[in-house]
């Protein structure tokens, strides 16, 4: 059996960062200002201070303003659609994103459709899912996006191909199958009431797996050679001798990786891409909305 080729992730979203750099640098020669990207944060949710903290310095090192606000857990509802008004209005504001997920007095949907929809560089506002569903030039979520640009710099065209997306989120399952449905891929979502997953997975020549549990998909799901994408982040309990558990995706890399033809490994593989991902949607919010 012939290992996988490993899919780097972290490589392209370097050269992707260096291509909105360029970009970000050309939109300031011809604006007069750099392009701006506000953050917003609401609590102390260790993983999203992680995020923001690491979205903040790349903006910067791409060339652009960071706006960060960070607001107290008990900040009321009325105080973040007050500040997202004021981005909105702000012309030194590109793109907006509010961190997810916010405290549970807060309602999500209600914040998402406050954000302007030529700022949401997150694409998770319902007018820009429904460009996405139309096909019309809008803002596509960060973490699936990264996921095709990576699917088509290894494979070329995805037309005709199996896609199984396992996951039906609005964040990236659900958005995912979308865009490979717009790549002309036959197209299944499969999600926790699936029946016989394993026999679904096996039809599959591109598997993305974003379902949040650790190692689930089996090599012996996996068809030879398919390509498999692996959008899982999960922590292990730490083994004897470990402070922390190790980090691992929703597919057991050390089988999967025996019958793939390509896999993405975690981390370094999806990881990295959506922060870049989140820069070019920005650098293209300023160009569109200055232009
Ligand atoms: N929380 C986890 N991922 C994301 C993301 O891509 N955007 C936002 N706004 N919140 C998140």
């Given at each position: 059996m012939t290992e996988a080729s490993i899919i780097d992730g972290k490589g392209f979203a370097a050269g992707l960062r260096e291509r909105v750099s360029r970009v970000a640098a050309d939109f300031e020669a011809k604006a007069g200002r750099k392009a701006g990207l506000a953050v917003v944060l609401v609590g102390e949710d260790p993983a999203s201070q992680v995020y923001v903290r690491n979205k903040n310095k790349q903006t910067?090192?791409?060339?652009?303003?960071?706006?960060?606000?960070?607001?107290?857990?008990?900040?009321?509802?009325?105080?973040?659609?007050?500040?997202?008004?004021?981005?909105?209005?702000?012309?030194?504001?590109?793109?907006?994103?509010?961190?997810?997920?916010?405290?549970?007095h807060m309602n999500e949907q209600k914040v998402i459709a406050t954000i302007n929809?030529?700022?949401?560089?997150?694409?998770?506002?319902?007018?820009?899912?429904?460009?996405?569903?139309?096909?019309?030039?809008?803002?596509?979520?960060?973490t699936p996006l990264g996921c095709v640009m990576l699917l088509k710099d290894k494979l070329g065209s995805l037309s005709g191909l199996d896609a199984v997306v396992i996951g039906r989120s609005n964040i990236v399952g659900k958005p995912m199958a979308q865009?490979?449905?717009?790549?002309?891929?036959?197209?299944?979502?499969?999600?926790?009431?699936?029946?016989?997953?394993?026999?679904?997975?096996?039809?599959?020549?591109?598997?993305?797996?974003?379902?949040?549990?650790?190692?689930?998909?089996?090599?012996?799901?996996?068809?030879?050679?398919?390509?498999?994408?692996?959008?899982?982040?999960?922590?292990?309990?730490?083994?004897e001798g470990e402070t922390k558990g190790k980090l691992v995706g929703d597919v057991d890399f050390a089988s999967a990786s025996q019958v793939a033809?390509?896999?993405?490994?975690?981390?370094g593989g999806v990881g990295p891409m959506t922060i870049a991902v989140l820069l070019r949607n920005t650098v293209v919010a300023a160009h569109r909305n200055a232009g």
């Open positions: 910067v090192a791409c060339g652009m303003n960071s706006f960060e606000h960070k607001l107290p857990v008990e900040t009321p509802e009325a105080d973040l659609l007050a500040l997202v008004e004021k981005l909105n209005a702000d012309p030194a504001v590109d793109g907006i994103l509010v961190q997810l997920p916010l405290p549970s929809p030529d700022k949401d560089v997150d694409g998770f506002h319902v007018v820009n899912v429904g460009r996405l569903a139309t096909g019309l030039p809008g803002f596509v979520p960060c865009l490979l449905l717009a790549e002309s891929c036959t197209v299944t979502i499969a999600h926790s009431r699936t029946r016989d997953l394993p026999a679904v997975v096996r039809r599959a020549d591109i598997v993305v797996a974003a379902v949040g549990r650790a190692e689930m998909v089996k090599g012996d799901w996996i068809k030879p050679g398919a390509t498999v994408i692996d959008v899982g982040i999960n922590r292990l309990p730490p083994a033809g390509a896999i993405t490994p975690v981390p």
